[in-house]
């Protein structure tokens, strides 16, 4: 079956996550994506735990260039001249240095889609500081909210700023080639994405909740202000559980599951409003009941029941499970280095077009003369030069 994006070229000029989850999906959707990567180093992402790159490098090809050269500019504008989408995530003003502006681009290729990732966007007060994730991360709002009430703010464990940056790539590089293509704007455009402000867009409405009603969110662990019972319970075993019993119909299965149907008619919870008012004391209740089973017995009764419940689950917990197992969570491809990889199957999975993942991230360099042949109709003599004179 023919990919669902089979014959878009990519320049993947990004680095570290947000590059790497970008380009990642554009490849494992059947585009062509060529990651342009310094001479001797390449990207930054290939330092860190050799898994890392295994897996956000996959699918894609990897072509040495210095761009920091006259040669290196002249020939990134070349393959510039030849591709749908160019992304990257330098600091503000670096391409201009370059002499490869938007504008210089588009000289040479009107339909060119340019992504632009930065940590605060190609304008404002901050456009020149640093913008790693977790500055964004703390800058959102989004560190401010998580924790318990007595803990300070909390980091995420994962890049998560950069992951959700990554996914706004991809939509809104879609965005730009339907515009493009399908409804006949011929011309390629410029997108201008910050870090910060996907971030700041999916953490809730909390700005019209302080403009209209003076509110600011607070840590509440993992209880919700929305609905309740809502967390995580332990069990017997020393295990987790988590549970939102959102709605009505399944607060009161989840009370007779733990043998406390007298909840149901108790006025403190009979609707969501005063369950989220009354949330200590309900919380404490249900934590008693769970504590008194183990994980096994309290999900036996929960399914049953219809509760919507779901153990904590670590790495090793997931691979085991028989329904990831089904569903091909995981796939292992076959890589040089470690024989194989394990990682994450591709998302989502669709029937006409589906999705692949070609090869784990490649050696540093590895596809240069190949892409440079397909591209440009560059001989091997020609690359040997450029090899020699240390452009590639």
Sequence with gaps: ?????????VLDLTRLIVGGLYGMLLADAGAEVVKIEAPGRGDTLRAWKPSWWKVYGRGKKSLTLDLTRPEGQALLKKLAAEADVLAENFFPGKLESWGLSPEALHAVNPRLVIVRISGWGQGGPYRDRPGF???VEAASGFSAINGFPDSPPLLPPIPIADMTAGLYGVSSTMFALYQRDALGGGR?????????????????????????????????????????????????????IAISASTQPMFERLARCIGREDLIADPRFQNN?????????????????????PCEENMRRFEEGGVTAMPVYDIEDI?????????????????PDFGEVSMQSPSPRMSGTPLEIRWTGPALGAHTDEVLTSWLGMDSDQADGLRKNGVI
């Design 1 to 9: 079956m023919t990919a669902p994006l089979e014959g878009v070229k």
């Design 133 to 135: 994730g977790t500055l």
């Design 188 to 240: 390629g455009q410029i997108v201008d994405l910050a870090l910060y402000e996907p971030l700041f867009t999916i953490i809730g409405p909390h700005a019209a909740e302080f403009v209209l009603n003076g509110k600011k969110y607070t840590r509440t662990g993992n209880l919700s202000e929305n609905s309740a019972p809502r967390n995580c319970y332990p069990t017997k075993d020393n295990r987790w």
């Design 273 to 293: 409003v005063e369950r989220v008012a009354n949330n200590p004391e309900l919380d404490s209740i249900i934590a008693e009941e769970i504590r008194a089973w």
């Design 319 to 335: 691979l085991a499970d028989p329904h990831f197992q089904d569903r091909d969570l995981v796939s292992r491809i076959p890589d």
